[in-house]
């Protein structure tokens, strides 16, 4: 069982009394927690908080229920009262300093998870004022009704509304079912995804099969495992039986384990995790499909190369499919679905069974290379370069993203995911088949970091520098302000609007570019993937929805604008020129 109010997470606020009757029964700190986050409140905390009068086992339930009912009916079972406060509560929450003290700390964190961009949770704060304000009467509850309506009306709460109803849509397996149950998944790898992957898998009950080449290298992925299993038990997320369970699933082997091969032959579904090699991956089909049932999918967690140039050569291409997780596995929820031409309906669904069952929201995209998030993420990248080229400062660049919406600038996400990786992205996305659309930039700028051993946060020099210790700040040094400033062959006054449209337009054009190829189903399928493969704001509801609510027939004039002024690579795909026609929307709601 879970408790909460969830409606913030719609750009809502909790209707039919909510924002007033909840804190005079929890207190005003443990209100304002559960109506600004959203989050679940389990059985222990709501006893505690005084949420809920009693928690009873789930055979005892119904019994409970119908003699308290009785209880209260007949006058046995006395009606309970709003738990006593502690004389800290007392002050912050019942005195007018306290208090005071407590709407600044609360309206400070609200600014610095919003960043202004939500109207929800400062109007759950003003009727929750109101009504301290106005405690008799009705007309606490006018303020909060006449509060949801606004909201309701916002352009904020349909793309959050959007999101929510595309996560519902998402969660049907297209492809139907399965040829063959599931049950035990092998993972080749046990690297950091790897072992994120087998996490999943062993959370939701799978048998997991953890192979990598040595006892080293398996400690490591185990070490992994249990380490964030062991976080989620000091934090009471996760209780000390079902860490034993989980860790009784999975089955750490090497390729001197003498039995490896005789595991393998149960494998329902085996999913490689090994580097981007492709013959590398190629061996590893053929040596896979030498010691599983004929049954058994091969899933590749490739996050680049083709599909259907891995299937070469195998004696079961039908039975092949991606599976692209994005880092870190056990924390980030999408999951590409990549069947290439040959892969059977049955592979794909179960492919996407298994995704959907480790908790991930699956997108199923064409083969092409890049997929989908990471072909749309291709021409940003080589955008960002070029504002680069153009003597914008690295720390404007960030600022003006994490302005439009984004969780993080594109300076730190290229640190936060690698140089090396976001250059071969770039640079790989730019000899495949985008053509223009890869132009107008230039990859050496990550190229030449990575010579100089500039590798992102985990080398602890990227862009920025990084000290040791999570609460170190980041900077940037004079190495790379003379790298910086040697590389930009001009120095542009750019506004922070026009940076991010810049940056974004071809972002979003890319999306619409694969709609129009048919590389992804439809805009929910396109919007979803952003949100949750980039971090593509929220309160925006994804690439499509904030097309149609900018206008797309605005949105094609101002890359018809910035090609005129840079160059092709901002010339609006065929599709979006269509609807800008026309007239049309991606979304009819």
Known sequence: TKLGLPEVKLGLLPGFGGTQNLFPLVGLQGAMDMMLTGKDIRPPKAKKMGLVDMVVAPASLETVAINTALGLAE??????????????????????????????????????????NYPAPSAIIDCVKYGLDHPTGNDKFKFERESFAKLAATTESEALIGIFDGMTKMKKNPSGEPAHPINTVAVMGAGLMGAGIAQVSAEKGYQVLLKDRDDAAIGRGE??????????VKRRRMTQYQYNKNSSNVVGLTDESANWKKHFGNADLVIEAVFEDIDLKRRIVKQVEEVTPDHCVFATNT???????????ASRPGQIVGMHYFSPVPSMPLLEIIPHGGTSDATTAA??????????????????????????????????????????????????????GMPVGPITLA?????????????????ADLGVRMSGGDTSLMANMIEKGWLGRKSGQGFYTYGKGKKSKKTINADVRKYVKDFATQNLDLSEKEIQDRIVS??????????????????????????????????????FRYLDTVGIDNYVGLMNGFADTYGPQFEPCQLLKDYAASGKKFHKF
């Open 303 to 313: 996050s680049a190369i083709p599909i259907a140039d891995i299937a070469e050569g």
């Open 223 to 232: 070490s992994y495992i249990t380490e964030n299993w062991g976080k989620k």
């Open 75 to 116: 006058g046995t079972v006395k009606k309970s009262t709003p738990k006593k406060k502690s004389l800290m509560n007392r002050f912050i929450e019942d005195t007018s300093i306290g208090r005071n003290m407590m709407w600044k700390k609360v309206e400070e964190m609200v600014q610095k998870n919003t960043n202004g």
């Open 506 to 543: 071809r972002f979003v054009n890319e999306a619409a570019k694969c709609l129009e190829d048919e590389i992804i189903a439809d805009p929910v399928a396109g919007d979803i993937g952003l949100v949750f493969g980039t971090g593509f704001a929220p309160f925006r509801g994804g690439p």
């Open 351 to 404: 492919a996407f069974e298994v995704g959907t069952k480790q908790g991930k929201t699956c997108v199923v995209v064409k083969d092409v290379p890049g997929f989908y998030v990471n072909r749309c993420l291709g021409p940003m990248l080589i955008e960002v370069s070029a504002l680069v080229r153009d003597g914008i400062e690295l720390e404007a660049l960030d600022k003006a993203m994490k302005n439009f």
């Open 415 to 431: 640190d936060e995911v690698g140089i090396d990786v976001a250059s071969h992205v770039a640079t790989f996305l730019s000899n």
